[in-house]
């Protein structure tokens, strides 16, 4: 595989002198650094390349991907551009985003699973699902699923108290993708999918190690269409796993007299407030998979990354601890104090820096444009990192370092747009940010007070790029009672 670079690598601090970006350079950084590959410094061979992104796609990237503005990776006629510049890629997703669609990578991984929602449509499907679905996801809305977020953080820790050897490690990965699977279930479902959530994560991890791999029919642009191993393999369980939300959805339908008490409810309910038209039941079901998939496996692992670093940072664990503590006085975690956690809401900042929910995300563009330095063709597939952008060697001081206080100093929110985009950007910015956000906070209110939490082995501990980014194996840890 070929790297061509088509501006030179550039010191992005230095010219955007963000503050703190100046303030963090003469601080001391711990010495430990967090899980990550190490790029090679020279580009990999091609063959080496198509092995690493089939892989871990994370592991591709050398050295100089981390450097640059702009670069070309592939060969003639089968070009992606990645995208570094954190005014590109406002351009790209925000100022001329009609001008840019999913890439086919992308809808090759997604629609497969989600069909045409939020992640996925085009268009004015788009347009119309996101216009029903945005009050679903206003601050006032989510601040009313508080209870449940609580409720289901409080039952799991009665689970921690009440299993026997505490010495015994937990997979952490597993434990919060049960929590937040209850949570969207409570939340969206009302509990009606509580019963079917072993079948579901079955379901959802055939279809993450076949269809989530990158093949070389997505690399080389093949219609997302295109019958292939993987999906042939993937089948069976896509089937099993949208009848699950398919039948709950046609039970809904069949009750015209039901209270409206849930998020799914809400969606089958609104209009478009543009025509007053609602979403037919086969986008109601697309939508709803999208939430359960989308919003419960990123928060899931974004909660166990967390754990993870306040585990190999015990300082840092402690102060977030502390701070919990003097807000809440060892009484009930409540909504309305969520926001007094300056210091761990750096840390899940920091976290999602790090270890951001979806590594990649891709763009095709619908016509020429200009992007920065770049003239962009017709056709172009854009590749946008937010696992590389996290950690470009101009963006940010001591990058892949753990250190929350970026986020605390004086002018932290200068960090220039596009620099920072664990949720993405623009028009398409994920719907579900405020929900993963209050959940993560919630949750951590709830464990941090009363739960020691010690690595059982950091060196197995390994982030893997699918869709999402997850770490490659159980992610042991011992959870033990104060």
């Keep these: 595989m070929s790297w061509r670079e088509r501006s030179p690598a550039i010191d992005l601090a230095a010219q955007l002198a963000a503050e703190p970006n100046r303030r963090l350079r003469g601080k001391s950084i711990p010495p430990v650094r967090p899980a990550a590959p190490v790029p090679p410094e020279r580009p990999l061979g091609w063959l080496a390349a198509l092995k690493a992104l089939r892989q871990n796609p994370i592991t591709a990237f050398p ?9 070309e990776i592939g060969r003639s006629g089968r070009r992606l551009l990645l995208v570094n510049d954190p005014a590109a890629i406002q351009h790209i997703l925000v100022d001329n985003a009609t001008n840019y669609r999913k890439s086919v990578q992308q809808r090759r991984l997604l629609q497969p699973a989600l069909g045409d929602g ?4 085009e268009g004015e499907a788009w347009r119309s699902a996101r216009r029903i679905a945005a009050p679903l996801f206003s601050p006032r809305a989510i601040g ?9 953080a409080n039952a799991m820790t009665d689970r921690w108290r009440t299993r026997g050897d505490t010495s015994t490690p937990l997979d952490l990965v597993a434990e919060f993708q049960r929590l937040t699977y209850e949570i969207v279930s409570r939340t969206v479902f009302s509990g009606a999918l509580d019963e079917d959530r072993i079948r579901v994560h079955a379901h959802m991890a055939i279809y993450f190690e076949t269809l989530g791999r990158l093949d070389l029919a997505g690399l080389l642009n093949l219609p997302p269409w295109l019958p292939t191993p993987a999906r042939l393999r993937a089948r069976p369980a896509l089937q099993a796993f949208r009848s699950v939300v398919d039948r709950v959805v046609g039970e809904r339908e069949q009750e015209s007299d039901r209270e409206i008490v849930d998020l799914l409810d809400r969606l089958m309910a609104a209009p478009d407030p543009t025509n007053g038209r609602s979403l037919p039941p ?12 989308a919003g419960h496996e990123t928060t899931g692992n974004a909660l166990a990354w967390t754990l993870y670093l306040l585990a190999l940072f015990p300082e840092a664990a402690e102060r977030a601890r502390e701070e919990v503590r003097s807000v809440f006085k060892g009484g009930s975690v409540t909504r309305s104090d969520l926001d007094r956690l300056v210091f761990t809401r750096a840390v899940i900042n920091e976290t999602l820096r790090l270890y951001p929910p979806a590594p990649f995300m ?5 016509g020429p444009d200009r992007a920065g330095e770049r003239e962009i ?27 929350p206080e970026r986020f605390l100093l004086p002018g932290a929110e200068l960090f220039p747009r596009g620099s920072f985009i664990p949720f993405g950007l623009g028009p398409r910015i994920c719907i579900g940010q405020g929900f993963a956000v209050q959940e993560i906070l919630t949750v951590l209110a709830t464990i941090l007070p009363g ?13 893997q790029a699918r869709i999402t980014l997850q770490p490659r194996q159980a992610l042991a840890m011992r959870v033990e009672p104060y």
């Excluded at 739960?451 to 982030?463: E, G, H, I, N």
């Design 63 to 71: 050295e100089g991907a981390y450097e640059a503005r702009t670069l």
């Design 118 to 121: 939020l992640l996925t449509a």
């Design 144 to 152: 009313a699923l508080f209870d449940d977020m609580s409720s289901a």
């Design 282 to 293: 086969e986008a109601v079901s697309d939508n709803v998979l999208t939430f359960l998939a």
């Design 362 to 366: 891709g763009r095709e563009a619908l």
């Design 377 to 403: 063709p017709a056709g172009a597939q854009i590749v946008i990192s937010p696992w590389i952008v996290h950690r470009h060697r101009g963006l940010w001081p001591q990058p892949d370092s753990f250190c």
């Design 451 to 463: 739960f020691r939490f010690t690595l059982a082995d950091a060196p197995s501990v390994f982030p």
